[in-house]
């Protein structure tokens, strides 16, 4: 079974950073694609950024060059730089794992919050 947990939510002012973290555990076959998603409080769940195995990464247009998404393999690991954090950043952020072998499965954490706020 495949679980995530994520880390490294918490309260900021606006400007300031946070570094989200996801651990993977339980056996997952390459390739998947790892990402984070982000839930406001009476919003749809919205994608963030995404990265493949290989290395390719998308955002969402709202957090492009501010945010970094990045991922180690070895670890099973994928992190969220997020920096410049304004109000409307406030949500639950989601990691979500996709894999392909041995099927197309999506995983997803717990939710970590993140309030920015002064």
């Known amino acids: 079974q495949v679980q995530l947990v994520e880390s490294g939510g918490g309260l900021v002012q606006p400007g300031g950073s946070l570094r989200l973290s996801c651990a993977a555990s339980?056996?997952?076959?390459?390739?998947?694609?790892m990402g984070w998603y982000r839930q406001a409080p009476g919003k749809q769940r919205e994608l963030v950024a995404r990265?493949?195995?290989?290395?390719?990464?998308n955002y969402a247009d709202s957090v492009k060059g501010r945010f970094t998404i990045s991922r180690d393999n070895a670890k099973k690991m994928v992190y969220l730089q997020m920096n410049s954090l304004q109000p409307e950043d406030t949500a639950v952020y989601y990691c979500k794992l996709t894999t392909i072998i041995p099927r197309s499965n999506d995983y997803w954490g717990q939710g970590t919050q993140v309030t920015v706020s002064s």
């Open positions: 339980g056996t997952i076959f390459s390739p998947y694609t």
């Open positions: 990265i493949t195995n290989a290395g390719n990464t």
